[in-house]
């Protein structure tokens, strides 16, 4: 069977789906923000896919896009890991449900 | 082709399902990085040489070694045998992201008409090419991405030794 | 332009607020650096004003479109000066008090907003906004009498503080009326309407009463006779920059008020009333020079020769209602123009003088100048300024305060003689108590604890000298300042007389 | 205005003033040295000088040629006011005598302030006085003439004051500043009145001057505007107010006697020469004026008779030097007026010359007898006062000399030039009026006694003082010879005596009268014999009792302390004065206390407000009310915003379902 | 054409391949072997040589011997040690992360050998011939951490733990400017194909002249080190190497007196040698990516390109082993300190010498920028150096030094 566009977009949405369940449900906090990084490389999975099927590749629309994704990617991952080292200093702790100043 | 996109694919779910899955998180990670590698895979199948290079740069190369320093620094040494897997009602995180991908994309994918033919076959898209793009029509978001780079950056020393001077 | 040149104080006393508090000298730069922009631009501005021309630089964006309420500013023949006067005070406000050090965040936070206050309040042109800027003014002078002024300044700081306020809450009532009788809060569009005699109409029975509302809250504000008594105790209690600030440019706030909201819009009450309004001005004008001469708080002494001499700018005013027609030489135009000049040369010599009073208090520790004695044999500079600005105050040729009030003089006198012969008594006052200030302080035996004092630093001479030269640009050449206003004030004057 | 076209306007007179304004200015701003200083000073007043001559050259011969030169000050409302110079023969010969005698002046100072180390301060007030001096005089304008005249009185001040570590200095000063002032005020109302019934400021402007015979006629046509004088006559008995103050005439005599608290060059200059003269220059410059009514005349000439006895009287009663010269100083003013008072009655246009000649002749043997008092002061060191002194002809025998030369221009001993002077003002008032003649005669008479008087005291006898006295340094004393030349030899240009005369007014001037030559003859020598009389036999000293107070002690008691002017004065207007400052500030403070009053009012109702309806009303009732149901129903809120990040994300998906539920639903 | 082997043995891989054109999968295994075999077994070889060539020459710098008894000269040694390794026991801790234990030699080896195949190693020979090769080559390096870490993690042994973090640190540090100073050579050559950079290091014009003097020169002249930014950005590459294959003085994660050998301590037997094997190969390959950027990778006169390739491969490996036998070793501290506030803003400033060096190159010609860029671009790195150097100086301590045990 040919692999087509649906093929890609169906994993995609299987990744997505897979890092949001991790995001809602574990309480650890690096692994939300694991979770977080899959849910981008299938968003850039889903633009590449894109770019390869789509009608105008010569552009390279889908190539720039994804390296901007992840140079944003990386910046979050960084500023995300660094507040969760200030978090658990504050806190003690990496337990999302522990960490709930908002509330006040 | 088909079998080389099976197999990426079956490794890049299973290596975000051990992501989610797996109660030691050093192991989480590891599977995550398995499922980076994965798809950078998926994206030389795609033709794209060059996002598969920087996801491997990226990804493998400093996000994951990221996570793992944040773990080394955050819980003890061996990884943190947490007490209980999952936080406090995720079932509801769990219906509800499933109900995402069952009422919201799966419908959504499978309504659209399928594409499969490919406009690459006659051409190759080199690293040149998009060195060329980036430079020139995109330069002002490469320059936006330099400095948002830079500060977060910063941002990111800040954030990290800020709490340290307390 | 304009709004530009009012709201960059504002910015710079929101950057003071975030500034660190223990960075004085960053605070202080802030400030001065803010009023300085705002002091170049107004000036450029006031150099591209057309002499000939109607109303300028016009800004005018509806706001509360339903009761009338426009964001209006603009520069004619009145503010021009008064804008200029702001612009070179400013910084020199910033100046004098460059040694506040005590909660010097706050202090100079509120010295910028009190200057955009200033600035709009000299130009706006509706009078919803025109009013916020007006009470603007009020509070922060209010906070600086109250936290960094003298002994008795709690008292000062609420007297003046309730004074003007019911003033103002009689002139925002009186206007309030005029609106729903004219359904207008435009300056311009009122005068156009007192033009037409649309306002005489329309008040009726409740024009004399609306006339009174009105005024009630500028002649507190200027001061004039009998509800001047807020004003010594404000002026003598705040510290020095502020009471630069008082009598530099708050009480021409009041009289600005006068020629823009009273005389135009109610040119029939001015003609009516003029001789007790005459009356009032020439007892304030005694009073001030009289209650001056059994003083011996300097800056009491200061603040009652400022009312005396803001009663002039009054005095020229009031006249032109009394006038009965223009003359072979207008003289309703000279004692306006004698007024509007007398504004500017009274805010520059009056600061000048307050700012010398305090480095009075500062050398003595006192304000009473029977402590002091001989002076100018240790501080010659000092001497030099401080009598240079009282010869210009007391009204020698060639200095500012005597070209002003030769211009008013010679406008009344045409038209009210017996009056200015009586307010010349007040001239003849003003020269005892000032000649007094100079004999007691600085002739005579040097003081034993006054050996030491230096004299003031070639910095404070650099805050004083433009005040210096303005004073003698103003008297040497009147005509650069008073072309300014000479279009508006020919076209008040044929308002007024029919 | 081109200040630099020197031929064919009279713009250039402007740098007459110009020039020690900008020594002035160069000494104030950059305090050279003492010396430097006057070098400065001197060579700035040189040029004035020189202009001056050539101001009075051009109009020499030309006496009734009036050139101007106008310009605006300021534009307002339509209406120019404008300042300008005039050149005629007043202002030529006025800048002249000014100029020489500044100069001369100058020069003297120069060795007499060496000692003080503000001499640089000293040249720089000098110059800010010649300035006034100078533009006053060439002021065509009466508002800029007021002006120059302030300017004078603002260096007057500053010069009596010089010695300010002195209390009675600058109470000197302060007093001359102030008394100077109630005139100005008087000049002030004069020149409003003027500009008020002409329109201009101007004297001479082509016809429409004020001065000038249109307005003249205008303001003459209108009948008993005050004090049954016509508007030309109100007008001029206000400038005369200000010319009684500048002038020290009688009622206002009494800060010129004070004046001689300052160094004495200033006392020969300004206080004997130039500044008191301009009283007497005003009133010549407005003589139109005066002339437009007759009243106004005779009252200059009372005034001028009543302070010429006045103070010919009170000098009598005087013992230090310059107290004498003072009122001498005041004496001769008053007679100045008298000759422009009755000259002008007797001679219509022609009394100008009559004043002015004698302000002429006085400015030279005024200021050489200040001058050589000054260097009689100095040789005597520091003394003033002539009962301390004596003997001192024999050991100053030049500024002896210079000062008894002026002595006698002074009493008018025939051929001086006082003599001519004087002779001609008496011969005025003998056909003006009766008893300003005798009035007149009388106090020349006493002129001639005291200051005979003041000669025996100071030159005969032993010197009874402390320390040698010593002979002045040639730079003062060379002045001195100069100004006696010219004291004693304006006499001598006797032939071009009625030139002169016909020269200052522009009208021919003629009047002789036997008997009146012969009166001035028996004043003059009368005077000085009878001085004679009584001093130059007499014991003098401090501790001896002055010959005439022998004969007659109580009313030279009054002489002594001045008939008690200064205490008038005191009792008079000083306490009006201060009973009216007391009443107002007594006023004050009963309205100080209202508004405390009122003060405390507001705070009242503020607390009221506060303490009942805010807290409880506003708080209990409407506010904190509605606040509190808020609050309560925010607790269902506060199960959603729990703070538990994942919370807020499952919500978020939730509605992302939602939204995808919807999406599907309705694009079916 | 002096590469008549590099041709030779191309021509002979594609005559083997050329044999089974028949059986299409086949042909795909015999291509794959053919590009895989002979590289992984020849470095294989150089590794072994390489250890007996560490071995002597540190023996001979520090005035010994070395190896001597194993077959001539002792070079059997190597061959001899890899069989006591084979037949050692594998010890595996107890509370050690099996799996991971495990994966960790591996995950370090496949790296390094993927990295040899990027290695240009003669005209047109490259195991895997790529576009992107260089790219490739740095992606693929950066994997040695992740398999350091696991090894260090893995053996659940503070020591390993400390030195794995280390060595994690160390590394990430270190690529940066490795890749920086390599920024520069990939602008100039504008191409990230191994073969176009090292083409780009030949002379075109005087090759093609014909000339045989301007043909032997054009060979080496072209070189980047020859340039003011390639000696620069060859020094930075190499220190950067050194750090990046754990080599002295930058041996900080197995610093014997410190951590025990961080990461190694817990393997043994045949896993240690795999690690070690990785280790050299990843020396070898970093310095076969060094000379291919810096050193005209396989271009030589005379001989041919693959041999020329190999002796400067091994030279640069020999000065590592020099340098190893001089230098101590550094400070943790000076490590992190000497990649980001002396290397990093070195190379970015290369960068910018680079670029104006190319267009000097276009503007004035190569001669006048080649003598221009040495005394305007190298004084400007030399001055950077210098300032920088002062910069970092670390306050010097006042007062003597007292040494408690000694005195």
Not at chain 5, 213 to 235: S, Y
Not at chain 5, 341 to 366: D, H, M, R, T, W
Request: aromatic share 14%; proline share 3%.
């Amino acid at each position: 069977m040919e692999i087509t566009l649906n093929h890609y977009l169906i994993l995609s949405a299987v990744l997505f789906t897979i890092g949001l369940i991790g995001a809602l449900t574990r309480r650890h906090i690096i692994i939300m923000l694991v979770c977080l990084e899959i849910m981008l490389n299938a968003a850039n999975l889903n633009l590449i896919a894109f770019w390869h099927f789509g009608p105008n590749p010569i552009l390279l629309h889908g190539p720039l896009f994804t390296l901007f994704t992840i140079a944003i990617a990386a910046t979050e991952a960084a500023l995300g890991l660094a507040l969760v080292l200030a978090i658990y200093r504050h806190f003690k702790t990496v337990d999302l449900e522990q960490v709930q100043d908002l509330k006040e | 082709m088909t079998v080389a996109f099976y197999i990426m694919a079956a490794i890049a779910v299973l290596g975000a399902v051990m992501a989610i899955a797996l109660r030691n998180v050093v192991h989480a990670v590891f599977s995550v990085l398995l499922f980076f590698s994965a798809l950078a895979g998926l994206f030389i199948l795609l033709l794209a040489e060059f996002i598969a290079v920087v996801q491997v740069l990226v990804y493998i190369g400093s996000v994951g070694i990221l996570m793992l320093f944040a773990i080394m620094l955050t819980t003890k040494v061996t990884g943190d045998p947490t007490r209980k897997l999952l936080s406090r009602g995720w079932a509801w995180g769990g219906l509800v992201s499933g109900a995402l991908l069952l009422a919201f994309l799966v419908p959504l994918i499978t309504q659209s008409k399928s594409e499969s033919n490919s406009q690459l076959s006659n051409f190759n898209p080199s690293v040149k090419d998009l060195g060329l793009t980036l430079m020139d029509p995109y330069f002002a978001s490469v320059g936006v991405i330099a400095l948002l780079l830079t500060a977060g950056l910063i941002a990111a020393v800040v954030a990290a030794s800020s709490a340290s001077g307390e | 332009m304009i709004t530009t040149i009012t709201f960059i104080p504002l910015v710079a006393a929101l950057a003071i607020v975030l500034a660190p508090s223990a960075n004085r000298g960053m605070i202080k730069i802030l400030a001065l650096v803010g009023t300085l922009i705002s002091s170049v631009l107004a000036i450029q501005l006031v150099l591209h004003f057309d002499f000939g021309g109607e109303l300028q630089f016009v800004e005018k964006y509806a706001w509360i479109p339903s009761i009338g309420v426009d964001y209006f500013l603009g520069i004619d023949g009145l503010n021009a000066l008064l804008v200029l006067l702001v612009a070179f005070l400013s910084p020199i406000f910033v100046l004098a008090s460059w040694k506040v050090d005590e909660k010097a965040k706050t202090y100079f936070s509120l010295l910028c907003l009190q200057i955009t206050a200033l600035y709009g309040a000299f130009t706006a042109l509706n009078f919803f906004h025109w009013f916020i800027f007006w009470e603007g003014a009020l509070v922060p002078v209010f906070f600086l009498i109250k936290l960094y002024g003298g002994d008795g300044r709690h008292k000062a700081a609420i007297s003046f503080f309730i004074f003007t306020v019911l003033g103002s809450v009689a002139m925002l009532l009186g206007v309030l009326l005029l609106y729903l009788n004219t359904g207008s809060f435009d300056f311009i569009e009122l005068r156009k309407l007192a033009v037409e005699g649309v306002i005489f109409e329309k008040l009726g029975v409740l024009y004399p009463t609306i006339f009174v509302a009105v005024m009630l809250g500028l002649w507190v504000k200027v001061p004039l006779f009998p509800l001047h008594p807020w004003q010594a105790a404000a002026y003598a209690e705040a510290p020095v920059a502020v009471s630069m600030v008082l009598t530099g440019v708050m009480s021409k706030m009041g009289v600005y008020g006068f020629l823009r909201l009273v005389v135009p819009v109610f040119p029939e009450a001015i003609r009516d009333y003029s001789n007790t309004l005459l009356n009032l001005t020439l007892i304030t004008i005694l009073w001030g020079a009289f209650l001056a001469l059994r003083q011996s708080d300097i800056k009491r002494i200061l603040a009652y020769s400022s009312l005396n001499h803001v009663a002039y700018c009054m005095f020229g005013i009031f006249a032109v209602g009394a006038a009965m027609g223009v003359d072979k030489i207008n003289a309703p135009a000279i004692a306006m123009q004698g007024a509007i000049l007398q504004m500017f040369a009274h805010g520059i010599g009056a600061s000048g003088l307050f700012y010398v009073a305090g480095k009075m208090e500062e050398v003595g520790g006192t304000r009473d100048i029977r402590a002091f004695g001989g002076l100018g044999t240790v501080m010659p500079r000092y001497a030099f300024v401080f009598s240079f600005l009282i010869f210009s105050s007391l009204g020698l040729p060639f200095l500012a305060g005597f070209a002003a009030e030769i211009l008013i003089f010679s406008g009344v006198f045409s038209i009210a003689p017996i009056h200015t012969g009586f307010a010349l008594l007040g001239l003849l006052a003003t020269a005892i108590f000032l000649l007094t200030i100079i004999q007691r302080i600085f002739t005579g035996k040097t003081n034993a604890t006054h050996f030491g004092a230096t004299d003031i630093s070639y910095g404070e001479v650099l805050i004083i000298l433009p005040l210096l030269v303005l004073t003698v640009w103003i008297g040497v050449a009147p005509s650069t300042w008073l072309i300014l206003s000479d279009q508006f004030v020919q076209t008040l004057v044929s308002l007024l007389i029919r | 205005m081109n200040l630099f076209n020197f031929t064919d306007s009279v713009g250039w007179l402007m740098w007459v003033p110009i020039c020690p304004l900008i020594a002035g200015v160069f000494l104030a701003l950059l305090k050279p040295s003492g010396r430097v200083s006057a070098f400065v000073a001197i060579a700035a007043l040189a040029v004035s000088l020189i202009l001056s001559l050539k101001a009075f050259a051009m109009t020499w011969g030309h006496e009734a040629q009036i050139e101007t030169h106008n310009f605006t000050w300021m534009h307002i409302g339509g209406v120019d006011l404008e300042f300008g110079m005039v050149l005629n023969a007043l202002t030529g010969s006025m800048l002249a005598m000014v100029s020489l005698i500044g100069l001369l002046i100058f020069i003297y100072s120069w060795s007499y302030m060496s000692h003080d180390d503000r001499m640089g301060r000293f040249f720089c007030y000098l110059s800010i006085f010649m300035v006034g001096m100078l533009g006053l005089v060439v002021a065509n304008s009466l508002l800029l003439f007021f002006m120059f005249w302030e300017i004078v009185g603002l260096a007057s001040y500053l010069l009596i004051g010089f010695w300010f570590q002195k209390p009675s200095a600058a109470a000197a000063a302060k007093k001359a500043f102030i008394t100077t002032r109630i005139g100005d005020l008087g000049f002030l109302i004069g020149l409003l009145w003027a500009f008020k019934a002409t329109g201009t400021f101007l004297l001479f402007d082509n016809g429409s001057g004020i001065l000038e015979t249109t307005q003249i006629a205008a303001l003459a046509a209108s009948e008993n505007v005050m004090f049954g004088m016509n508007t030309a006559g109100a007008i001029a008995l206000f400038l005369f107010i200000g010319a009684i103050g500048k002038s020290g005439q009688l009622p206002l005599h009494v800060w010129l006697p004070d004046a001689m608290e300052g160094p004495t060059p200033v006392s020969a200059l300004i206080h004997a020469a130039t500044m008191v003269a301009a009283g007497v220059f005003l009133v010549a410059r407005a003589f139109p004026l005066f002339i437009a009514d007759l009243a106004m005349l005779e009252v200059v000439a009372w005034f001028g008779a009543f302070t010429t006895l006045f103070a010919a009287l009170v000098a009598v009663g005087q013992y230090d030097i310059k107290r004498i010269l003072a009122y001498s100083t005041v004496s001769q003013l008053g007679l100045m007026m008298v000759g422009l008072g009755a000259g002008g009655l007797a001679l219509k246009e022609g009394g100008i010359s009559i004043g002015m000649f004698h302000l002429l002749t006085h400015a030279f043997f005024k200021a050489l007898l200040f001058l050589g008092a000054g260097s009689i002061i100095h040789g005597c060191n520091d003394e003033q006062d002539v009962r301390l002194m004596g003997g001192v002809f024999s050991k100053m025998k030049i500024s002896s000399i210079a000062y008894l030369a002026g002595t006698i221009a002074l009493c008018a001993f025939p051929f001086t030039s006082g003599y001519f002077s004087k002779d001609q003002i008496l011969l005025s008032a003998w056909t003006a009026s009766g008893p300003i003649f005798w009035i007149s005669a009388i106090a020349s008479l006493l002129t001639a006694f005291y200051m005979t008087r003041q000669c025996c005291y100071v030159f005969l006898g032993k010197y009874r003082g402390k320390g040698h006295v010593h002979e002045s340094s040639p730079i003062m004393t060379v002045p001195l010879v100069i100004l006696a030349v010219f004291a004693v030899a304006l006499g001598y240009v006797s032939e071009h005596f009625y030139h002169i005369l016909d020269y200052l007014s522009g009208v021919h001037v003629h009047q002789h009268e036997s008997i009146v030559v012969i009166i001035s003859w028996i004043i003059a020598l009368g005077g000085i014999g009878l001085g004679l009389l009584v001093y130059a036999r007499a014991k003098l000293g401090i501790d001896e009792t002055d010959p005439v107070k022998k004969v007659f002690p109580v009313p030279y008691r009054w002489l002594e302390n001045r008939l008690y002017a200064d205490e008038f004065y005191e009792a008079t207007a000083f306490k009006l004065w201060d009973v009216l400052a007391i009443l107002i500030t007594v006023l004050e403070a009963i309205m100080n206390q209202l508004v405390d009053f009122v003060t405390v009012v507001v705070r009242n109702i503020g607390s009221f407000f506060l303490n009942t309806i805010d807290k409880r009303v506003i708080d209990e009732v409407s506010f904190d009310g509605t606040c509190s149901r808020i609050y309560n129903s925010s607790q269902i809120n506060k199960l959603i915003q729990n703070g538990f990040l994942q919370g807020y994300l499952r919500l978020l998906t939730g509605g992302a379902v939602l939204i995808g539920i919807l999406l599907i639903v309705f694009t079916r | 054409m002096n590469n008549f082997i590099d041709y030779k043995l191309i021509e002979l891989g594609q005559w083997t391949v050329g044999l089974f054109n028949d059986y299409p999968v086949v042909q795909i295994l015999v291509h794959l072997l053919l590009a895989t075999l002979p590289l992984t077994l020849v470095f294989m070889g150089a590794f072994g040589f390489s250890t007996w060539l560490e071995r002597k020459g540190l023996a001979r710098i520090q005035n010994r011997l070395g190896p001597n008894r194993v077959g001539i000269f002792g070079l059997l040694q190597p061959l001899a040690d890899g069989i006591k390794m084979l037949l050692k026991e594998d010890i595996v801790p107890d509370r050690s992360d099996k799996l991971f234990h495990f994966l960790a030699p591996v995950m370090l080896m496949v790296p390094a050998f993927i990295a040899v195949g990027f290695l240009p190693l003669g005209d047109g020979l490259m195991a895997l011939p790529m576009d992107s090769a260089i790219l490739f080559f740095f992606a693929v390096g950066s994997l040695n951490t992740i398999a350091v870490f696991m090894a260090g993690w893995s053996s659940r042994n503070k020591y390993s733990l400390l030195g794995g973090m280390r060595a994690v640190a160390q590394m990430i540090s270190y690529e940066i400017p490795l890749v920086l100073s390599a920024v520069a050579v990939i602008m100039f050559s504008g191409s990230l194909n191994a073969q176009e950079i090292v083409a780009s290091q030949q002379i075109q014009s005087w090759l093609a002249s014909g000339n045989l003097v301007k043909e032997f020169f054009g060979q080496i002249l072209g070189w980047h080190i020859f340039k003011p930014w390639g000696f620069a950005g060859f020094i930075f590459f190499f220190v950067a190497a050194l750090a990046e294959a754990n080599r002295s003085p930058f041996d900080l994660p197995e610093a014997d007196s410190e951590i025990i050998a961080g990461h190694l301590t817990e393997y043994s037997g045949f896993k240690y040698a795999i690690f070690f094997m990785a280790e050299y190969i990843s020396a070898f390959a970093i310095a076969g990516i060094a000379t291919t950027l810096f050193l005209g990778g396989w271009s030589g006169p005379v001989i041919a390109g693959l041999p020329w390739f190999i002796i400067k491969m091994f030279s640069l490996f020999a000065v590592m082993i020099w340098i190893r036998g001089t230098l101590p070793r550094l400070r943790v501290d000076q490590l992190m300190g000497y990649a980001w506030k002396f290397l990093l803003p070195l190379a970015i400033l290369n960068i910018f010498v680079a670029g104006f060096y190319y267009f000097a190159e276009q503007q004035f010609g190569s001669l006048a920028a080649f003598i221009g860029g040495w005394v305007i671009g190298f004084g400007i790195l030399q001055t950077a150096a210098k300032g920088l150097s002062r910069l970092n100086k670390s306050p010097t301590l006042d007062g003597k030094r007292v040494y408690q045990l000694v005195e």
